[in-house]
Structure formats: structure tokens, C-alpha cells
């Protein structure tokens, strides 16, 4: 990534650089045979292709990704094979349907392959003062232009083909002559590339699932698979089958056959949704941005939703979790098969937004899953509880979970109703609930979408960290919320208000005496604009947003920070965003200027996490989103988000470096001082600030040591 990229954008900041390429011009000998067997795509089901792609030498593309999606056609990437010959070099290229990279392409895209080239040599990828085989040539990375005499021919060094295929975009598909193919578990796997990576998509990590039973590892053998579309989606109100359980792979990097060396670390993706909707395939979390800007392995994963994924019943095998089963096989697939695709299996970062986060906070709690990743991110996570005045709060079930017959009782008999299997031979109910169709299943007015204490996959009513325990992971967290994530779960009254008491009856669902109560401490005040609607679901926002994310979310990082129950712990709020789920409509316009005030909604954390921006409003969006997702990214590497400074200087990524050196570090979260830098404030700049609206909090039965005393 170029800060310093051709679009206006780029242009506000660009950096100066010294250009290290030293070009040294040989004659390149005839080509002699291919060093990579051309992979032949099959049917599943049919034998395995003849060859695979990494057969004879590993893989890599290079692209330097600055995010900015309109520059992309300013921007082109490049394959590196491993040394041969100068004399097999061409043939190695054609191997991939690509020729070797000509001096004149190099010196056109100078800056891009500077940066990617010293990032290879600084990673001891490759030592790239010996240099790259070229057409008619040799190129090296050093410290200055230098013209040598030619080497010999039979020197091995590794190869620099081109990279034809630049469909940046990850919804265009695989053109022709890119397919990548890859043998792994006894099965070969045919993607292809696009401009930023490698892509494996639609995988089976799972056998068909039988309905409420738990899922197991895919068995077949000898199989061809295409991973060149995505698999269905879980059923949902959309669509989407109950044959479901696919996962998707971006990487930078394949490795020879059988080789373990420069595996890179994996971010493991859990989707968001409710526990009803979602989809490992959303392109607001594809990982072809952050894979090739940051050196990664990213899988993103399906896993059964709402009632199929989550009913609960009684004195039965049905013990709900499903859904978060899928997610710890999902695992256990990545764990036997990354190493494939380029992933290090003991480098895995689980991560997820909502209930992805909600997931995130339950894997960390799992005696199933403990052990298997060793770091987590859990991006907006709702917590909420019994507040208000009201029975329950959407957030609760998300953080604290329901017994088998506490889900049963607020989801089963409506579900048996709505299905039309009544009766009181349990058996024969499910029997009758085997023949419905899925679509109704998860159509009916009450699904199944809860966490459950089954006594396998999770045994404990809550996440553990009021001490250090066995049953909680101990590994690096990273917990946080969007500012204004409670606008989502507010309802804007759809007519203009009389009082303050009404606006916020009407956003929180709460009484009259609730809201009273509310105006009445004080605690949330009423900012007058001249539009009293507005301005009173701007109080019902920010009280939605303390109670079903901020205050428990904040709890979790102080308390387990006291009590040493992760080994470390960082917290965020996301303060610029693009849009995100607003069914209020009251994005639009409104957030396209963001010098004006306007609302950060749920989930906009994702795409500011992954480095999908799909549109730029002003130079800061850019640059925002280029130093968060460094930060997530250093920490899916090292378990720390504050990158390497030599890495961004080496990488060329000078405005993230700007806003590191200049704006200070991400603290980590330290219960035992005050220093108001428990918070990162993701923006551009981004700050330390203090935790919000603790004594809010506290009012509404949630404060910072929550946690330590029992929570539920």
C-alpha cells in the first residue's frame, strides 16, 4: 500500500521515498521445462486433478493494497515463484498462464514494487538483494540504483511472473487461466486469483448436516472440489438451504507441497446477524483487502441460524448450540488444513461482529474450544440484561445464557404451535418438526436464536473472569463498541413528539415511570436542537447504547483486567464510520458529510476492521481505515495491535506510520490506574481517552466491576 497512491485522495499526504530497485540486464536463456504442474479443474466428485498448482515451488502474490478501491486501477500485483535456473525461469511463469515481469513494468509501477519487494526481504521471505529473475534480466532491492554484469545462468533465484488477473473486485469471479489449484486432507481445491489474492471459496468443512444433530468433520477423500463460488447460504429469511456449512479463504501465499515454512497468521471469521441471518460470503468482511495489505490467511465461515441452529428441548439429544458447534469444527478444519493454504494452524485469531462477537465471547468460554486459537476480537458484543423496568433486553442472551429449559420456555411450544405439531409425545413432535420445511422453520414469529448452557459445547451461565480459571481462555482479547451502536436498537418515533417522556417511551419501549426516572437523574441530558424528536432519541440512543453494548463490554475489559483472567486486554471505539445497519433511516445524506454530526451505527466496525470502504467522503476516511486495520492486524500477528515501525516504514504504509508515531500508542487496559487511556478512539487521528459513561452505567445496574461480582 502506497499512501502515496495516483488518486486525488492519495494525494493530500504523499511521502517522500528513495526508489531501491537496482535493474541488472542479462540475457535470459531459453525456457526449459515448468517448475508448477498446471492444475485441471473437475467435477466434485470425480478423480483429483493430474497436478496442483504449488507442486514445485510456492506461491506468492504481492499487491500493495492502500484501500482506496477507486485507485485500484492505478495498481497492479505480481506472482513470485521459488528459485530456478535463470533457463527455467520463463517456462515457471507460463506454468500459471503469466510471463516473467518485464524492466519496463517495474519501472512504470516502481513505488508498488519497491515497498512489496523490501517487504519480502524484511519478512526473510526471500533475500532480495541476490534479486528476481525477470524478462531479459534480473531485478534486486538494495539501497540505491546499481548496474552490475550479468550472473551466471545456472544461479537459482526466485521468480517474478506477472499477474494478469486484475479483477480487484471480489464479487467479479475468476477470469481465464486463473485458477490456482491446492491438494489438501486428501482432496484438491480449485480457486483462482484475483488482483489482491488467492481465493478458495465455497469449501465444505462439514458433512451435510442432519437436522439437530451436530455436525462432523468432511469425510470424503480423493474428491475435486471448485472453490471458485460460494457455497449456499444457511437457511434464512432470505433463502439459503440447510446444506450450508461452507467456508471461504483469501491468502497472499501458498506453499509448496508439504512445506511448513513462512506460514502466516489466520484470522478466523464468525459473521454477525442475530444468530438468525448472516453469511460467511458478505463483502463488507471479504478478506482480499486485508490478506494482501497485511500478510494474512483469512476464513470466513457459514454456520447454522435460528431455529436450526439453536432449539433446545428437554430430556432430549436436541440440546441446542448447534450453530456454535459448526464454528468449533469449522476450527478444527482449519486447524488440520491451513497450512495448505499458506496459514500457520497455531497462529489463529477468532473474530466477529454482533453476534459473531456474541460467538467470540462464547468460544472463549468453550471446553471445546479452548486451546485452538490464540487470540480474539469481539466487535461489538452485546451484553444488556434485565433493566428499565423491562423483563429482558435483546442484548442479554448474548453474554449470559439461558439454561436448556429457559430457552425451551421462551422459544419451543411457540415454535411446536406455529409448526402445527402439537401434542405431548415429545418424540412425535420432533418427528413432526423433521418434516417441515426449513424455510418455515426459521420463518415462524418465535425462533430459536439462543446460547444454551448444553453441558458440553458451553457449561457455564456466563463468561468466567471474575478470576483466572481454567475455564476461560487465556489469551490477548481485544473487546469494543461503534459511539452510537444503540441507534440501531432504538425505534425513532415515526411522529413528531410532545415531551421528552414520550420520545423516550416510544425509542426504549419502557413506561412512563421509567422515563421519568430517567430524565429525572440527571444522567443523560437533554441536548436541544429545535427538534425535539430527534434530540430525545438522541438521549434514547446513547441509554441504548450503555446498557446493550458500552457497560458491559466495558465491564468485561476492566474486570477481567483485574482479575488477570485473559493475558491481555485492549478495548476501542469505533468514532468514524460509513453507514451500517440503520433501520431507522437516518444514515444517508446525513453521513455523507462527516463534518456534521451524524450517527455511527452497529456493525459499521466491521468494514473498518477488514478495510472494505466502499466510498470517500474526505482523505481521513482513508487514512482512518488504513491505521485500523494495521492495529487489528499487528494484533492478529503478535497479539499487540501497535504494528512494528519499521514494518510500516519498510511496507511503505507512511500515513499509518504517522498516525502511530504522532498520536501514541493502544494501551493496554490496566484496572489497577486511572490514566484515561482505556479506550482507543479508532479515527482519524486516533486517541486514548478514558472509559464513558461509568457512572451512567452504574445507574443502569452495570458497572465497571459487574464482572467481578458475579455479573448474572
Known sequence: MNDHGSSAVDQVSAPSWTFKMTVITTLVAAAAAGIVAVSQASPVGSAPAVGVSNAKSSLTLIYQNNLNGSDDK???????????????????????????????????????????????????????????????????VGNRVKYMSASSHHKQ???????????????????????????????????????????????????????????SLYSKKGQTIQATEYGSNCIQGGGGSEDCLFLNIQTPYIPKVGSKKQLRPVLFWIHGGGFTGGSGADPLSDGGNLASKEDLVVVNINYRLSTLGFLAIPGTDIKGNFGIADQIVALDWTIANIAAFGGDPKRITIAGGSAGAGSVRTLL????????????????NLGGGVTLGLDGDYGTTYSTYYTVNQSYTVAGPQIFAAAGCNGTDVSAQIACLDKVPAADLVGFNTVARYVVQDGTYVNTPELIISTRNASTAHIPVIFGTVLDDGASFSTYPT?????????????????????????????????????????????????????TFRCADQSTVYSASRSKAFSKTYYYQLDRSIDGYDPNNLGGPANDNPDNPYFRFHGADSPWFFGVLNRIREPEDLWSIQLTTSYFASFIRSGDPNPSLKYLDVRGYYKVLEGVTKYGQWMQVDATKKSGDEIRLLDWPSKSAGYTDVEQCDWLGYPLDYYLNGGI
Open 74 to 140: 492505478n495498481h497492479i500485483g505480481a506472482i513470485i515463484l521459488d528459485p530456478v535456473p535463470q533457463a527455467n525461469a520463463a517456462a515457471a511463469c507460463a506454468s500459471l498462464n503469466e510471463k516473467l515481469i518485464s524492466k519496463a513494468t517495474l519501472q512504470k509501477y516502481q513505488a508498488d514494487f519497491n515497498d512489496a519487494l523490501s517487504y519480502q526481504d524484511y519478512a526473510k521471505y526471500t533475500d532480495a538483494e541476490r534479486g528476481y529473475y525477470i524478462d531479459s534480466g534480473v531485478v534486486s
Open 495 to 547: 411522529s413528531p413528539i410532545s415531551n421528552h417522556s414520550q420520545g423516550l417511551q416510544e425509542a426504549l419501549g419502557i413506561n412512563s415511570t421509567w422515563a421519568e426516572r430517567v430524565i429525572q437523574s440527571g444522567l443523560f441530558p437533554l441536548t436541544s436542537t429545535g427538534n425535539l424528536t430527534l434530540d430525545s432519541f438522541n438521549v434514547s440512543q446513547r441509554i441504548a447504547t450503555d446498557k
Open 365 to 380: 468460554g468453550s471446553p471445546k474450544a479452548i486451546g485452538k486459537f490464540q487470540g480474539a476480537v469481539a466487535l461489538s
Open 157 to 215: 533465484l526466485p521468480v517474478l511472473c506477472t499477474q494478469s488477473a486484475n479483477n480487484g473486485s471480489a464479487s467479479a469471479g475468476p477470469v481465464n487461466g486463473s485458477s490456482i489449484s491446492v491438494a489438501s486432507g486428501g482432496n484438491t481445491f480449485v480457486g483462482y486469483r484475483n488482483q489482491k489474492s488467492f481465493r478458495f471459496l465455497g469449501i465444505p468443512y462439514a458433512d451435510t448436516p442432519t437436522r439437530f444433530k451436530y455436525s
